[in-house]
């Protein structure tokens, strides 16, 4: 079983629409979790940190699960500019080590 | 603030030879990182120095690989001799000191092995 997995995607959806990424990871004593943008042939960026509260950042919503060891991304309102990988990652605890998901490819289509 | 900077951004050689690739870190960001990415998997971790520690060396694939920063600053990461599944994207991170929190990776090195 691989230490993060995401939702294989891709998904294609229109402006304006809603979607939805899941990553589950296999680690119960990590700690952070962090989603990340990757363009095509760019570094990844940092998006938002996820915190078991949830927490929202403009049309960007993360939720965390520890019970379930699970992890969401949710984009209302998608923009052409949202198309992108979106990396799910998780903190190693112990020294800082991020490991990734494999990414879900997101399209934005007019 | 400069970020991280790696070079060269592309390098294409021949299975056999020597590529060294570098990373220049934040300035005054403690920890270092490299990561790869192959052709359709995810990004894997491959090291991480402290300083000039290597503080996690557990994702180096093998010995052809050799990471090195001394003093504490840049790191270069030296593949020899390259073999054709050493292709792939090696970025470089680096985070202030402390549990590893503000990554900022550079923009990578694309290297591909004939």
């Known amino acids: 079983r691989k230490e993060v997995e995401q939702d294989p995607g891709p998904f294609n959806v229109p402006e304006g629409a809603t979607v939805a990424f899941n990553c589950t990871y296999s680690?119960?004593?990590?700690?952070?979790f962090f989603w990340y943008r990757q363009d095509c042939r760019k570094e990844p960026k940092l998006l938002m940190s996820?915190?078991?509260s949830g927490n929202e950042d403009g049309r960007f919503t993360a939720q965390l699960n520890r019970a379930s060891q699970y992890i969401s991304l949710l984009i209302r309102d998608s923009k052409l500019s949202d198309s992108a990988t979106y990396l799910c990652?998780?903190?190693?605890?112990?020294?800082?080590?991020?490991?990734f998901g494999q990414g879900t490819i997101l399209t934005v289509h007019p | 603030e400069a970020g991280v900077t790696q070079f060269p951004s592309h390098s294409v050689i021949e299975k056999g030879q020597t590529v060294t690739l570098r990373c220049d870190p934040i300035s005054g960001h403690d920890n270092l990182y490299w990561y790869r990415r192959v052709m359709g998997k995810e990004i894997k971790f491959l090291l991480h120095?402290?300083?000039?520690?290597?503080?996690?060396e557990s994702g180096m694939p093998n010995n052809r690989f050799l990471a090195e920063r001394t003093g504490g600053t840049y790191s270069t990461l030296k593949v020899q001799p390259a073999e054709l599944e050493d292709s792939g994207v090696y970025f470089c991170?680096?985070?202030?000191?402390?549990?590893?929190?503000?990554?900022?990776f550079g923009s990578g090195t694309r290297l591909t092995v004939v």
């Open positions: 680690n119960s004593a990590s700690q952070s």
């Open positions: 990652v998780v903190n190693d605890p112990k020294w800082g080590k991020l490991t």
């Open positions: 996820v915190y078991s």
């Open positions: 120095f402290v300083k000039e520690s290597k503080q996690d």
């Open positions: 991170a680096s985070s202030p000191p402390g549990q590893g929190r503000g990554y900022t």
